[in-house]
């Protein structure tokens, strides 16, 4: 028998493909359950907007057609909504897409990436995937203001000549910490003009600190910035797998010559335009996250259980002993929370904002799994 795993591209050979969280579906068949929530994937309990729906419901009339390669009118709006022109915006099946093209571009054997311990896992697969080298600089201390966030001067530490790209994420998923503007803003003009500055923002809408920076608007002063955006989380349009990035013209240019054609399908397309209008679906998402981290946090508190400070859509909650078990007990009580060791975290997990019932109901579960 030919061994394929031997003759794959060095990158590839020791790559771990991402996990994602367990799908309901795969829970109750495994178990026999019914009516298990989700709370492993950040997505929006609120659901997408109304009126993305009604969009991407008109696009299904034309399936025949292969959609607008390059995604012009969503662009234009895009555009609108940050300040620049359509030629500095670039599509994604996802912002995870936009990551890989970045990687693609700018990354390859002799040459490395930087970012934080604990940051996204998918900076170190894309990374690892074109065989460049990955630098995970040390997070800040667990006793800190910003238990394991991002540490600014750790990761400038690792730039060298040979670095391509740093990634950093405000907020970091799956810490829930950020960085305040000046502090981001002061480490970017310290990173040489030759490396590209990658913020990935994937849950910028959520937040409501006034220190925290919307980047896109920097990109003038900071022709090596990147800035990658979702519709997965506050636009709640997860399932059409839709994000995109606002950087110079010219570094787009360069991602959007590794990009493949109509990698963003006709429906996401509708749906992306139609949620980008809908400023009243943010507004209340944002309420309905604002009040439900209330709702964790104090029901975390209550039971003497620790968390990280958050303000993503998400707690990641420090169960000490025996995560593994406390993971598995929640899904026979039908609650599907996320383990994040494979962040470096390995007593802690994670748990999405949900509806008020959803976030009680996984109280409840945490409470039915302590006591046994």
Do not use: C
């Amino acid at each position: 028998m030919v061994d394929f795993a031997v003759l794959a591209v060095p990158g590839v050979q020791a790559l771990r493909p991402y996990e994602p969280g367990k799908p309901v579906e795969t829970l109750e068949r495994e178990l026999g359950i019914r009516e298990a929530v989700k709370l492993a994937s950040n997505e929006n309990p609120l659901g997408p907007s109304p009126l993305a729906v009604e969009a991407a419901g008109r696009a299904l009339r034309n399936l025949h057609i292969y959609p607008d390669g390059n995604g012009l009118a969503l662009k234009e709006a895009l555009a609108e909504r940050h300040g620049v022109v359509p030629e500095q915006v670039t599509l994604g099946n996802g912002s995870n897409e936009v990551l890989e093209l970045v990687a693609r571009t700018w990354l390859a054997p002799g040459r490395n990436a930087v970012y934080s311990r604990h940051a996204f896992a998918v900076y170190p697969l894309v990374v690892q995937a074109v065989a460049a080298e990955g630098r995970a600089a040390n997070a800040r201390p667990a006793d800190s203001d910003q238990p394991y966030g991002h540490d600014l001067d750790a990761m400038a530490a690792q730039v060298d000549p040979d670095t391509r790209v740093v990634f950093v994420a405000n907020p970091n998923n799956p810490t829930g910490t950020w960085l305040a503007a000046e502090a981001l803003e002061r480490f970017i003009a310290r990173v040489p003009a030759e490396t590209l500055v990658v913020v990935d923002e994937a849950y910028a809408e959520y937040v409501e600190r006034p220190d925290y920076p919307d980047t896109t608007r920097w990109l003038q002063r900071f022709p090596n910035l990147l800035v990658t955006r979702s519709f997965s989380k506050i636009h709640g349009l997860a399932g059409l797998r839709l994000g995109y990035s606002v950087s110079s013209a010219a570094v787009a240019e360069l991602v959007n010559r590794v990009r493949q054609p109509f990698n963003v399908n006709a429906l996401a397309q509708a749906a992306g335009l139609a949620a980008v209008s809908d400023t009243g679906h943010v507004a209340e998402s944002v309420r309905m996250n604002r009040e439900g981290l209330k709702q964790l946090g104090a029901g975390l508190e209550q039971r003497g259980i620790g968390f990280i400070p958050s303000v993503g859509n998400f707690l990641t909650f420090d169960v000490r002993e025996a995560p593994g078990a406390v993971y598995e007990g929640l899904l026979r009580e039908g609650v599907i929370v996320r383990p994040v060791a494979n962040y470096g975290l390995p007593t802690h997990l994670r748990v999405t904002v949900g509806t008020p019932t959803e976030n009680e109901r996984f109280l409840r579960a945490l409470d039915a799994v302590l006591k046994a």
